[in-house]
Nanobody, 114 residues
Framework: QVQLVESGGGLVQPGGSLRLSCAAS????????MGWYRQAPGKERELVAR???????NYADSVKGRFTISRDNAKNTVYLQMDSLKPEDTAVYYC????????WGQGTQVTVSS
């Protein structure tokens, strides 16, 4: 079973940036389409970005032009560069395989506030 460990969250002012990392254990990582998800208090978890095994990317409208997903298959890691952050980006961020999820990790808290 693949284990996922997210890191890189924190408190940032509106307009700031953060880079999240997600390290995955196990083999075959490079084959998977991976996604970054987020869950804000009182809301359902939503997909914000995904990247295929050939580096094609797709973004939710709410983050398009501000977030960038990337991956390093040699390190079994997927990244989320978040720029021009807004208070509404505040959430716990998770990574997982797209559609066929593994067990969810603990996530990393992102708080955007002045």
């Amino acid at each position: 079973q693949v284990q996922l460990v997210e890191s890189g969250g924190g408190l940032v002012q509106p307009g700031g940036s953060l880079r999240l990392s997600c390290a995955a254990s196990g083999a075959n990582f490079s084959r998977y389409t991976m996604g970054w998800y987020r869950q804000a208090p009182g809301k359902e978890r939503e997909l914000v970005a995904r990247i295929t095994n050939d580096d094609s990317t797709n973004y939710a409208d709410s983050v398009k032009g501000r977030f960038t997903i990337s991956r390093d298959n040699a390190k079994n890691t997927v990244y989320l560069q978040m720029d021009s952050l807004k208070p509404e980006d505040t959430a716990v961020y998770y990574c997982n395989r797209y559609l066929l999820s593994f067990d969810w990790g603990q996530g990393t808290q992102v708080t955007v506030s002045s």
